[in-house]
C-alpha cells in the first residue's frame, strides 16, 4: 500500500531552520505531483508548496514564498521542505501529500497523505 512518512519536525527559534523530508512508497513517485500542507491548533488544513512530477513548476504560499523551497528526488521516491527565517506563525503539523493529476492547493485534490510531524517555532 501507499506511504508517505514525514521527518525532520521539531522545535527550533524563530529564525532558525528546518528541512521536513517525505519518503514515499507503493506508488510510482515520478507519477504523482507532491504537496506539502500544514494545520495549525484550530484551524483548517493549510496549502504550503507543490511540485510537479518533474519539479519543474513549484508553487508556494505567498507567506512562505521568500523563505520555503520545495524539492523532490525521483531517484529517492523523496520530496523535500527547506524551511528557513521560521516564524511562530509557521508552527503547525507539516503533512506532506501526493496526487496523481491535479497537484494544486486544495486538501481535497490530493489522494494519498503522511501521518504528519510537528514544527513549533519559538519566539
Known amino acids: 500500500q501507499v506511504q508517505l512518512v514525514e521527518s525532520g519536525g521539531g522545535l527550533v527559534q524563530a529564525g532558525g531552520s528546518l528541512r521536513l523530508s517525505c519518503a514515499a512508497s507503493?506508488?510510482?513517485?515520478?507519477?504523482?505531483?507532491m504537496g506539502w500542507f500544514r494545520q495549525a491548533p484550530g484551524k483548517e488544513r493549510e496549502f504550503v508548496a507543490s511540485i510537479s512530477w518533474s519539479a519543474s513548476y513549484r508553487n508556494y504560499l505567498d507567506s512562505v514564498k521568500a523563505r520555503f523551497t520545495i524539492s523532490r528526488d525521483n531517484a529517492k521516491n523523496t520530496v523535500a521542505l527547506q524551511m528557513n527565517s521560521l516564524k511562530p506563525e509557521d508552527t503547525a503539523v507539516y503533512y506532506c501529500?501526493?496526487?496523481?493529476?491535479?497537484?494544486?492547493?486544495?486538501?481535497?485534490?490530493?489522494?494519498?497523505w503522511g501521518q504528519g510531524t510537528q514544527v513549533t517555532v519559538s519566539s
Open positions: 501529500a501526493a496526487d496523481r493529476y491535479y497537484g494544486g492547493t486544495t486538501a481535497n485534490e490530493y489522494d494519498y
Open positions: 507503493g506508488l510510482t513517485f515520478s507519477n504523482y505531483k
